[in-house]
């Protein structure tokens, strides 16, 4: 044997030794990485936006699922593109939120339009409509540009523990398309199932109070936003009373339109409840209006409501002023345009004095909502050095408003006649806010008040807290009508004049959710998903351009790879 051939038998058996070494140690990789990826668990989201990372709160919640967990989605069968859109959606945050629950949750799509015939299909949209599942007529195209109409029900239902928690998948801002539409659902789908499975795990009971006593709103008048806020908290109503403590154990109280002052004491107990941690709604309105005075004559005074809590907001550093906001965006009223002894003839009057105040974009309270209907809403600032308080305008007027001051008076005939270009002068007069940080109490450096009972020492500083402070007190008031002999409830926000409902009821209960959220979990809806659309005329216009250039390019692709490969292949031969 040669040296040379000996000399290539070694090298050989060293690659071949070197190749045994290989894929030894890619077997051993392979098997340490299938043992970690049991025990590790890590998810890459490689969304500039962070599409499908599930926020630290929401895998609290699901980890803390002891029960199989069933979704039923209403948006089975064929829809148009947005609606497929928002249903994926929906699909691929449930197999996140599965990947953190151990694959508790399951999910199942109903169509509650396939049934057997036409009363069928009608008897199912009403079995939902009981159930709270409203459904919606959306317009469909076809590729023919006909037109038709379809009824959707963008709803889920979430179950477990033998209870059901709706989910409304699709709420629409106004002056959104359905692309935008379908897109600000998707910003808030995390935030509505987390907040449904809390719901569904939630061993303690919430308290909230209705504060009394000062002529607050009835229950009646707050019946509608007293029964969303029962799906979250126990809601009770009472008068303070002597004990500075009878506030502890709520989560929250809420102060809706007093008329009457409160008492040094009364104020004492909200004070000190305040300073140790709790949340407050304050819904006040600045002024006082006759309407008995305004239905009769037209004309009624305007004066400022003293309510002995100017100097304690006054220290929390709001101020609400004695101030009337008229805007030109607002609601209707009925007014009577016949002359005096005809038939009486209501036509729909632009009610300057029932702004429809813009909600912020920017707050998880107020962000995608619809616009929030007032009356007589006065407008809120802040006063003096508050450097620890955080403060946030949620609610303000149009690009098109009057401050108007108190006192003063309210002309029917002198508003119909006003110029609006000349009137409404002023723009986004804030009219609600949300304060957050530590608070300075209204009685520092001052003595409890006489008679009350004092169990603990008095706080002249607050823990972390938050309040809301809303210029206007009819925000939360439903209006009640007659109704077969009785009283009917009409839902909060709805302008019977219109039939539109307007933000009221979401505003106040995401206000609430907000001053209680200790997890973080209402700053889900704060989450945003960029919307990335096709320009609609350039897809119009060259859309047969694309249908040839996408049949034609893969073709042309495979052959030029495979003239390639052939004159590739016979030069080789050649060479040889």
Not at 198 to 215: M, N, P
């Amino acid at each position: 044997m040669s040296v040379r051939g000996c000399s290539s038998d070694i090298d050989t058996m060293k690659k071949s030794r070197l190749i045994v070494l290989v894929c030894v140690l890619a077997v051993a990789a392979l098997s340490v990485w299938l043992i970690m990826s049991r025990s590790v668990f890590f998810r890459i989201d490689m969304t500039e936006e962070g599409r499908f990372t599930i926020a630290g709160c929401t895998r609290e919640i699901v980890a803390a699922i002891d029960e199989p967990v069933h979704v039923d989605i209403y948006l089975g069968g064929d829809m148009d593109a947005d609606m497929v859109r928002l249903r994926h959606s929906v699909r691929d945050l449930i197999d996140e939120l599965n990947a953190y629950a151990g694959e508790k949750i399951t999910l199942s799509y109903i169509d509650p339009n396939e049934a057997a015939d036409d009363e069928s299909r009608y008897a199912g949209y009403e079995r939902l409509e009981r159930r709270g599942l409203r459904g919606m007529s959306v317009a469909v195209r076809d590729g023919h540009g006909g037109v038709s109409q379809q009824v959707l029900f963008p709803w889920a239902e979430v179950s477990a523990h033998g209870d059901t928690v709706p989910v409304c998948l699709l709420q629409p801002g106004d002056g959104l398309s359905g692309e935008e539409a379908v897109n600000a659902a998707m910003e808030d789908h995390e935030y509505l199932f987390a907040d449904a499975l809390r719901i569904l795990q939630q061993s303690e009971v919430r308290k909230v109070a209705f504060i009394e006593g000062h002529g607050e709103l009835s229950e009646a008048e707050t019946y509608d936003i007293s029964a969303a806020l029962s799906r979250y908290f126990q809601v009770d109503r009472g008068v303070l009373g002597a004990y500075d403590d009878m506030l502890d154990g709520y989560d929250a109280v809420i102060i809706a339109a007093p008329q009457e002052k409160f008492s040094e004491t009364d104020k004492y107990i909200i004070d000190q409840y305040l300073m140790r941690g709790g949340r407050v709604l304050w819904c006040i309105d600045g002024v006082q209006v006759s309407h008995d005075d305004m239905a009769k004559s037209g004309v009624s005074p305007l004066m400022p409501l003293d309510l002995n809590l100017q100097d304690m907001l006054f220290r929390y550093g709001v101020r609400i002023t004695p101030t009337v906001v008229e805007d030109l965006q607002c609601a209707y009223m009925p007014v009577n345009i016949a002359r005096p002894g005809e038939t009486p003839k209501f036509e729909p009057m632009p009610w300057f004095y029932a702004p429809l105040l813009q909600t912020s974009p920017y707050h998880p309270i107020t962000k995608n909502r619809s616009a929030v209907k007032g009356e007589f809403a006065s407008l809120i600032d802040f006063p003096g050095d508050t450097a620890g308080v955080k403060k946030s305008v949620l609610l303000v007027s149009g690009n098109a408003s009057h401050i108007t001051a108190a006192p003063n008076d309210i002309d029917l005939n002198r508003i119909i006649s006003v110029d609006p270009k000349e009137y409404f002068t002023t723009g986004y007069a804030p009219v609600a806010a949300v304060m957050e940080g530590r608070f300075v109490s209204a009685f520092r450096n001052r003595m409890p008040p006489k008679g009350l009972n004092v169990s603990r020492a008095k706080l002249d500083s607050s823990a972390l807290t938050r309040m809301v402070v809303v210029g206007d007190g009819d925000v939360l008031r439903n209006d009640l009508e007659n109704a077969d002999g009785g009283v009917a409830i009409v839902p909060l926000g709805y302008d019977r004049m219109t039939r539109m409902t307007y933000g009221n009821k979401d505003f106040i209960l995401n206000s609430m959710l907000y001053l209680t959220d200790d997890m973080g979990l209402m700053e889900l809806r704060n989450r945003t998903v960029r919307l990335r659309l096709l320009n609609k005329a350039a897809v119009l216009t060259g859309a047969a351009h694309m249908k040839w250039l996408n049949v034609l390019l893969p073709l042309a692709i495979v052959a030029v790879g495979g003239a390639a490969y052939l004159y590739l292949h016979r030069r080789r031969w050649v060479r040889q």
